[in-house]
């Protein structure tokens, strides 16, 4: 059954079961924000054939994906998610199923992290495209932005890295994964398909650090290297980073060499992490109690950006913003 | 000079003087929400070739429908306004040039209501679309809503219905308008370009109405019937219109025969005037406060939705939601 059979209104009725009741019906949604907490707003557009495909993310997939993306600059800013907006452009031909599938992976990652689908709206094109918007709400002094980093901070990532460049490697050439495990396979394509947002570190963040310390981060959806680097442009820093701390899945480096795995860790992307900026006391504290954190590097006074071997195998090298995923 | 040939992040650095500063450069924004009052939300959706085209809605034209139609979602609410976010699909191939007038007219609209744009996201995709997020905010016994409409109630629109329509019906033929005196053709072409969101009736509604009254009420963006029907079906509730009654611009009447004239009032849409059902003593108030609105007819217990002649010219008909903008 294709959207054009059943309509606007047929489709809107399948999907009001994929919202929060009582939401739709109107021109708008109204929620109550906690009072005392800013409003935290974040926007991603995905569109069919450029951010996602069927031949490597089913429908529930791209759901999932699309709304992990959103929650997860919800988590770079240290906020709990209120819930999303969704807006979908649809060709007619598109199958009602997809539809469900797409709300169901959507569905799947929000009911994770307690939140779900404010309202929306649905429009003919003749292409499809996704954009979510996410709501979410935090204690002013609580928010964490890029320009906070201090020299002498200590760069913490709360992940592995290069994952999910891998799983769509797999996706895109199966024959590759040849010599993997069942399971390192499923691991890597996993991490593509089914990215997890980063709001579960929050509250052992707040529990660690000091109540008047601002903190920098971002999420590494845009690469390891971009986030290092776009929060030492906001804060005017410069970052030294060990090229052998930074962390990869064991998966990773069963399949390809480590030259590769450092590549697709640095400027892969979609690994959705957190890059954290913290006073080294709190990095230790917040490495030891959280097993898959990872200090990788320092803040530094100059704005040199470098990848560094304290074992001086390899020459420092500068991080590089082009390598990165780039939009146009 | 085309998008490509700037990039991304070229092209965020040319819109950000376009948005609130400071709200650029994090991973979401950051804003307060007035105490004690609820959050409304609101996202549209407009695909190029489908929603707006460079053959009727210049780029600056389509920017300011784009947020019109979204600040009139939160009128609808009862809403004020506190910034929207932009999700924005490009080509390579557009035109740099093509992007600023767009945010020119968004932020020209924005500002007449005191408001601005918050944030969004970028993306590359063989299609241009755009995906507008409207944040707003109204204390909970000020929120409008289609489903507390009361038998007895007047409907009262803010004003003339039908010139969208007419204005497109310019645009596209041009020969139409010749008999029309300039100041007509542009007020229609105005209606369709550069629609009006009744944000400026609230104040008056909340200064005429009793405090504890909850009313009912939309948009017309998708036809004056289409709110109607959506309104009585929401209330359970039916209505009588007078077709005498429904207000029509002195240039459309110039334009087309009395029954095209009505036919595109009532399903023509996209005029972005409110249909608002009042106790009848607040009604005559309103409508002797705000000159542009009129009492088109009530609303009956019984569930059907006619179209009345007092002066028994014409037969009653049914109101119909199939001849109303149809997404798929």
């Given amino acids: ?89 649809l060709t007619g031909e598109t199958e009602v199923a997809w539809v469900e599938q797409l709300y169901t992976g959507m569905r799947e990652c929000l009911q994770r992290y307690d939140s779900g689908i404010l309202g929306g709206d649905i429009v003919r094109s003749p292409l499809k495209a996704i954009s979510i918007t996410a709501l979410g709400s935090a204690p002013l002094e609580r928010i964490i932005r890029r320009n906070a980093a201090q020299p002498g901070d200590a760069i913490v990532v709360t992940g592995v890295h290069g994952s999910s460049r891998a799983g769509l490697e797999l996706l895109l050439h199966p024959e590759k994964g040849e ?46 290297a971009d986030a290092i680097i776009q929060i030492c442009q906001a804060s005017n820093t410069g970052a030294s980073i060990d090229r052998n ?9 069963q399949l390809v060499p480590p030259p590769q795995a450092l590549q697709w860790a640095l400027y892969g992307g979609e690994d959705f992490e957190l890059v954290l900026c913290l006073p080294p006391q709190v990095a230790q504290h917040f490495v030891q109690r959280l097993p898959s954190a990872t200090l990788i590097g320092k803040i530094t006074p100059e704005t040199e950006i470098s990848l560094v071997d304290p074992q001086k195998k390899y020459p420092d090298e500068p991080l590089s913003l082009n390598r990165g995923f780039q939009h146009f």
């Fill in 1 to 89: 059954m294709k959207v054009r059979e059943i309509g606007e209104q047929g489709l809107l009725k399948r999907l009001q079961s994929f919202c929060v009741p009582g939401m739709l019906g109107d021109d708008a949604a109204v929620l109550a924000t906690p009072p005392g907490e800013q409003l935290i707003v974040t926007t991603d557009m995905l569109v069919d054939g450029v951010h996602f495909s069927d031949r490597t993310t089913p429908p529930d997939a791209a759901g999932w994906r699309a709304v992990a993306a959103n929650l997860s600059d919800l988590a770079a800013m240290g906020a709990t998610p209120l819930g999303i907006t969704v807006g979908l452009s």
């Fill in 179 to 224: 010599n993997l495990t069942e399971s390192d396979r499923h691991s890597l394509i996993q991490a593509h398909q089914r990215p997890q947002p980063r709001l579960d570190i929050l509250p052992l963040l707040w529990d660690i650090l000091p109540s008047q310390s601002a903190i920098a981060g971002m999420d590494s959806s845009d690469g390891l």
């Fill in 245 to 253: 701390l930074i962390p990869a899945s064991p998966a990773l480096t």
